[in-house]
């Protein structure tokens, strides 16, 4: 350990080392800088921090900060400028520069013409070449000068429009359509830019409403009835358009559960479409339509009457709407059941047929849950092919002739008395339809009508008698009389028969075969006669007339004749329809001493175009016999050898 003495000496040799004092200084080098030329203070806690504001104060030049910003403004602008080259948005050409401007009233009222202006900017740095603006209108546009034409588009040339150029298309229109509804007319520009031989097409479209229609439909039916109630539609249709409507149409809708009966205006198609045609300003067409609804009770019945503009292609639809009406109404259970059976079906189904009997059965059940008393009903029977000397009443019924109705009362049946509640009972009639010719007279679309009518009383809740009532109507239809007849001549007719009379064996003799039909009440449809040939017999494939379609098929040796539509009529009022073609015979051996036949399988089949029944017969062969041929002689149908 180092004594206090040489402790002293070795700091006093530390403060010599490092002492600066009175030591000479040693020479300047140039540019040399030394510790003394700066002064820096042991006092730290003095010091004076100097802000960027305190050096701007102390004496920057202002024409600095100048100098700054507008070297910063100018960095700017290099930069937009660049930018706006590289992305301006017009200065390549596009669809998205042209704008389509629709000038039209936000509504029309029908029948008056409405002014349509179409405004195109181009805002592109090119021009568009070749523009051609194309107006397309909805269904039911008519032209302004001409309003009995109907407008479906409206074409003009805008030619060549300049950049930042404007270019208008105006024209005028008549909308027409339902009330409430909007109406779309659409712009079409096509156009080419300056130096692209493409074509581009740009679009636009407005809506416009429609303030009221132009045509007035009401529909007037009750609000309630029973089921199986005739009900009554009337339609009434009136124009509101202060120009003529042309092809208007009637379209109703049924619901389920109705049967259409009758109407005052024949439908042009099925039982839901009427043609009215052309209604003049302040028009008006009236339509009754008559049916039967049945339902479950409290159900709702809904009927869509639409009033239009018919389509160009077929007379079954509305192309065009101009109104709708929904109509509905509501069934009820009636007070007294009633079910009418004609011919064993129910009346809504019945069909009968001329010559026979038609049987008629009324079902009753009181619905009530109390009884009701003295009760009656009636059948009114009515129609052209009625035959009112026939008519039968059972059960007690009588039959009154002043105005062909058959009653039942407690005095025929004992039960109508009092009919406890739920029960039940049957009342049975019956007649006959006319003949469907009589003289040269014929019936056309025959139907017989009953009208059932069941009443009586029951005590009301306030203890006082009322009488309730129900009603349905049915109808019975009468299919057509027509009836089919083939037949064989050598010696007449219309063609020119060859060979042996009576037929010899193994040679050719020639005979044509004659088939007629007879028509009287009702148009037929589907007419078509059919027959084989036997193997040795021939077609020769003469017909007469010749427009008349008979085919032979030479796989199944088969005779067709399609004869089509036959109307009522025919054979009666006219001549028969007939057909005639020609066959060969050549008979063999085994044949000798028999009246071969030349046709067999004869079978007739049309369709009743008003009850829509199918109608079928058949024939029994045709042979060799000549019965109906006026020149031929006893023994000519033999084969002889």
Same mark, same amino acid.
Request: glycine residues 6%; negative net charge.
């Given at each position: 350990?180092d004594?206090e003495?040489?402790?002293?000496?070795?700091?006093k040799?530390?403060?010599?080392?490092? #002492?600066? +004092?009175?030591?000479?200084?040693?020479?300047?080098?140039?540019?040399?800088?030394?510790? &003394?030329?700066?002064?820096?203070?042991?006092?730290?806690?003095?010091?004076?921090?100097?802000?960027?504001?305190?050096?701007?104060?102390?004496?920057?030049p202002?024409?600095?900060k100048?100098?700054?910003?507008?070297?910063?403004?100018?960095?700017?602008?290099?930069?937009?400028?660049?930018?706006?080259?590289?992305?301006?948005?017009?200065?390549?050409?596009?669809?998205?520069?042209?704008?389509?401007?629709?000038?039209?009233?936000?509504?029309?009222?029908?029948?008056?013409?409405?002014?349509?202006?179409?405004?195109?900017?181009?805002?592109?740095?090119?021009?568009?070449?070749? !523009?051609?603006?194309?107006?397309l209108?909805?269904?039911?546009?008519?032209?302004?000068?001409?309003?009995?034409?109907?407008?479906?588009?409206?074409?003009?040339?805008?030619?060549?429009?300049?950049?930042?150029?404007v270019?208008?298309?105006?024209?005028?229109?008549?909308?027409?359509?339902e009330?409430?509804?909007?109406?779309?007319?659409?712009?079409?520009?096509?156009?080419?830019?300056?130096?692209? /031989?493409?074509?581009?097409?740009?679009?636009?479209?407005?809506?416009?409403?429609?303030?009221?229609?132009?045509?007035?439909? @009401?529909?007037?039916?009750?609000?309630?009835?029973?089921?199986g109630?005739?009900?009554?539609?009337?339609?009434?249709? !009136?124009?509101?358009?202060? $120009?003529?409507?042309?092809?208007?149409?009637?379209?109703?809708?049924?619901?389920?559960? =109705?049967?259409?009966?009758?109407?005052?205006?024949?439908?042009?198609?099925?039982?839901?479409?009427?043609?009215?045609g052309?209604?003049?300003?302040g028009?008006?067409?009236?339509?009754?339509?008559?049916?039967?609804?049945?339902? +479950?009770?409290?159900?709702?019945?809904?009927?869509?009457?639409?009033?239009?503009?018919?389509?160009?292609?077929?007379?079954?639809?509305? !192309?065009?709407?101009?109104?709708? *009406?929904?109509?509905?109404?509501?069934?009820? #259970?009636?007070?007294?059941?009633?079910?009418?059976?004609?011919?064993?079906?129910?009346?809504?189904?019945?069909?009968?047929?001329?010559?026979?009997?038609?049987?008629?059965?009324?079902?009753?059940?009181n619905?009530?849950?109390?009884?009701v008393?003295?009760?009656?009903? +009636?059948?009114?029977?009515?129609? *052209?092919?009625?035959?009112?000397?026939?008519?039968?009443?059972?059960?007690?019924? =009588?039959?009154?002739?002043?105005?062909?109705?058959? =009653?039942?009362?407690? #005095?025929?049946?004992?039960?109508?008395?009092?009919?406890?509640?739920?029960?039940?009972?049957?009342?049975?009639?019956?007649?006959?339809?006319?003949?469907?010719?009589?003289?040269n007279k014929?019936?056309?679309?025959?139907?017989?009508?009953?009208?059932?009518?069941?009443?009586?009383?029951? $005590?009301?809740?306030?203890?006082?008698p009322?009488?309730?009532?129900?009603?349905?109507?049915?109808? %019975?239809?009468?299919?057509?009389?027509?009836?089919?007849?083939?037949? !064989?001549?050598?010696?007449?007719?219309?063609?020119?028969? /060859?060979?042996?009379?009576?037929p010899?064996?193994?040679?050719?003799?020639t005979? @044509?075969?004659?088939?007629?039909?007879?028509?009287?009440?009702?148009?037929?449809?589907?007419?078509?006669?059919?027959?084989?040939?036997?193997?040795?017999?021939?077609?020769?494939?003469?017909?007469?007339?010749?427009?008349?379609?008979? $085919?032979?098929?030479?796989?199944?040796?088969?005779?067709?004749?399609?004869?089509?539509?036959?109307?009522a009529?025919?054979?009666?009022a006219?001549?028969p329809?007939?057909?005639?073609?020609? *066959?060969?015979?050549?008979? &063999?051996?085994?044949q000798?001493?028999?009246?071969?036949?030349?046709? /067999?399988?004869?079978?007739?089949?049309?369709?009743?175009?008003?009850?829509?029944?199918?109608l079928?017969?058949?024939?029994?062969?045709?042979?060799? /016999?000549?019965?109906?041929?006026?020149?031929?002689?006893?023994?000519?149908?033999?084969? %002889?050898?």
């Open positions: 350990m004594t003495y040489e402790q002293s000496r070795i700091e040799a530390k403060r010599d080392l490092y #002492r600066t +004092e009175d030591m000479p200084e040693a020479p300047r080098l140039p540019g040399e800088l030394r510790a &003394s030329d700066a002064t820096v203070k042991d006092n730290w806690s003095d010091t004076t921090i100097l802000h960027p504001e305190d050096v701007a104060k102390e004496g920057h202002k024409f600095l100048i100098l700054i910003g507008t070297a910063l403004a100018t960095a700017l602008f290099a930069i937009l400028f660049i930018a706006y080259q590289f992305f301006d948005p017009f200065a390549k050409p596009s669809d998205k520069n042209i704008l389509i401007d629709f000038q039209v009233p936000v509504s029309a009222t029908p029948g008056v013409p409405t002014d349509v202006l179409v405004t195109v900017t181009n805002q592109n740095k090119v021009p568009l070449q070749g !523009a051609t603006m194309t107006l209108f909805p269904d039911g546009t008519h032209a302004a000068l001409d309003a009995t034409k109907e407008l479906h588009e409206a074409k003009n040339d805008l030619g060549t429009i300049a950049p930042g150029a270019a208008q298309f105006h024209t005028q229109a008549i909308f027409l359509g009330e409430n509804t909007d109406k779309e007319v659409r712009a079409q520009l096509d156009f080419r830019f300056e130096g692209i /031989s493409s074509v581009f097409t740009k679009e636009a479209m407005r809506s416009m409403h429609l303030l009221a229609s132009p045509l007035n439909i @009401t529909v007037d039916v009750l609000k309630e009835i029973n089921s109630q005739l009900v009554e539609l009337t339609v009434n249709v !009136a124009s509101n358009a202060v $120009i003529p409507l042309d092809n208007v149409f009637v379209k109703i809708e049924y619901p389920a559960g =109705f049967t259409y009966v009758d109407a005052d205006v024949k439908p042009v198609f099925g039982n839901t479409v009427w043609k009215v052309r209604m003049e300003q028009a008006t067409f009236a339509l009754h339509v008559k049916g039967i609804l049945t339902g +479950e009770d409290t159900a709702e019945k809904v009927f869509h009457t639409t009033g239009g503009v018919g389509s160009d292609k077929t007379d079954r639809d509305i !192309a065009t709407t101009y109104g709708t *009406v929904i109509s509905s109404i509501t069934l009820k #259970r009636p007070f007294i059941g009633v079910a009418l059976s004609l011919g064993e079906v129910p009346a809504s189904q019945a069909v009968a047929h001329f010559g026979e009997r038609i049987n008629g059965t009324i079902n009753w059940q619905n009530l849950p109390v009884k008393t003295n009760a009656q009903i +009636e059948v009114r029977l009515r129609g *052209v092919a009625l035959d009112r000397a026939s008519i039968t009443a059972g059960n007690g019924g =009588f039959y009154r002739s002043g105005d062909d109705t058959i =009653f039942w009362d407690e #005095r025929g049946d004992s039960k109508l008395g009092v009919l406890e509640a739920g029960e039940a009972g049957v009342e049975k009639f019956s007649f006959f339809p006319l003949p469907s010719q009589v003289g014929f019936l056309t679309n025959p139907t017989i009508t009953a009208e059932v009518t069941v009443r009586g009383n029951r $005590i009301s809740e306030t203890g006082v009322e009488e309730i009532k129900t009603v349905i109507t049915e109808n %019975v239809k009468i299919t057509s009389q027509a009836q089919f007849a083939a037949r !064989a001549v050598y010696y007449s007719g219309p063609f020119i028969n /060859s060979g042996p009379i009576p010899k064996v193994d040679q050719e003799t005979y @044509t075969v004659i088939l007629s039909v007879v028509n009287s009440a009702n148009n037929i449809s589907g007419v078509e006669v059919r027959g084989v040939l036997p193997a040795y017999v021939k077609w020769t494939g003469a017909v007469s007339p010749t427009k008349e379609n008979i $085919i032979f098929n030479r796989n199944t040796n088969e005779v067709v004749w399609n004869a089509g539509d036959i109307p009529g025919t054979g009666v006219t001549a329809r007939e057909a005639a073609f020609q *066959v060969t015979l050549t008979p &063999s051996l085994t000798v001493k028999t009246t071969p036949t030349l046709i /067999s399988n004869i079978h007739f089949k049309a369709t009743d175009a008003f009850t829509n029944e199918v079928t017969d058949e024939k029994a062969n045709i042979t060799t /016999s000549l019965s109906t041929d006026p020149k031929a002689v006893q023994g000519s149908a033999v084969v %002889v050898q």
